[in-house]
């Protein structure tokens, strides 16, 4: 499902989209020099594939460490996704633990 979908990311709104159907699932952030602070995450109720979350959020994270940035979850979900995926916990900026 994701594997087809484009990842945007929205600077206006400061937010990662996919479009999923006619469904917006999206990430919204905050940027502050190096770091990039994932501050929510929104995925519609219709999209019921248990994999779906996951999979976004490994496109979120593969485009952050394109950009070369820190991440600093501030969401409990998405803190919860770098919890249970150790290579993602290296983008955490240096003395942050999760």
């Not at 206006?12 to 999206?26: G, S, T």
């Not at 502050?32 to 976004?56: C, H, M, Y």
């Amino acid at each position: 499902m994701t594997e087809a979908a484009e990842l945007i990311d929205n600077e206006f709104l400061r937010q990662f989209e996919l479009k999923v159907e006619d469904q917006l699932a999206k990430i919204e952030y905050s940027l502050q020099e190096r770091k990039i602070f994932l501050t929510k995450l929104v995925i519609p109720d219709s999209i019921t594939d248990e994999n779906f979350k996951t999979n976004f959020l490994k496109l979120v994270f593969e485009e952050i460490e394109s950009r070369n940035l820190s991440v600093m979850p501030t969401s409990p979900a998405i803190a919860k996704f770098v919890r249970s995926n150790r290579k993602y916990k290296r983008m955490l900026p240096v003395g942050v633990r999760i």
